[in-house]
């Protein structure tokens, strides 16, 4: 039923998005279409996806690539696909670039250890990121999403402003049943904050004068 609910309320955010309105008001319905939209993806979330892991391919598996994972300079998140999508390993550079460490959050779901910034209304990291964990796991290959918004918490709670390049990719058992999600992200932010500056510059001195 809430799903129900939730994806009626998505239409309709969408459809009154389409009318004249106030800027105010065109603000208010795109900031409850993106709370419908995060709360859609946290009930899909904890559901997980369909899929039966068998520990021991899943341990050969993730021994195959763990160097790899390890050693490698782009940060990479390893989720388990199943119920609430829990957190299986972090590299280093994830942990540096996420202000956390694999010790700490291992076995916690992604989306509590890494949800949407409160104090952002128009926050959509959430519902992106599992739309494309989603189409990565129904197509069997990996997705690529555009430039991402997703602030982080950093070690006193307080959200940093982040931009990232992911990548999601299902592993397979030989099998061919699904056993991991591998989220590979590029911290884009400064390159983000660089392209921005120019134009906050010419608001600035267009307000001025």
Do not use: C
């Not at 106030?22 to 709360?39: G, P, T, V």
């Not at 990565?136 to 307080?158: E, F, L, W």
Request: charged share 30%; proline share 5%; net charge positive.
């Amino acid at each position: 039923m809430q799903r129900f609910i939730l994806r009626h309320n998505i239409e309709r955010f969408r459809a009154l998005q389409k009318e004249e309105r106030s800027a105010n008001d065109r603000l208010f319905i795109k900031s409850m279409l993106y709370q419908a939209l995060r709360q859609l993806a946290l009930l899909d979330a904890a559901e997980g996806f369909d899929t039966e892991v068998d520990p021991l391919h899943a341990e050969v598996q993730r021994r195959i690539f763990r160097d790899a994972f390890e050693q490698s300079a782009k940060p990479h998140l390893l989720l388990d696909p199943r119920k609430g999508l829990h957190i299986v390993d972090m590299n280093t550079s994830y942990e540096k670039a996420t202000f956390t460490s694999a010790a700490k959050v291992a076995g916690n779901r992604m989306f509590d250890i890494f949800p949407d910034n409160p104090s952002d209304d128009e926050a959509d990291g959430v519902s992106n990121l599992f739309a494309s964990l989603r189409k990565a796991t129904q197509k069997g290959v990996p997705d690529v999403m555009a430039i991402q918004r997703y602030d982080v918490r950093d070690a006193t709670g307080t959200f940093v402003t982040k931009f990232w390049k992911p990548m999601n990719t299902p592993i397979f058992d030989p099998e061919g049943r699904l056993i991991y999600l591998l989220h590979e992200v590029e911290d884009v932010t400064e390159a983000m904050r660089k392209k921005t500056m120019p134009s906050l510059r010419r608001a600035r001195t267009a307000h001025r004068s």
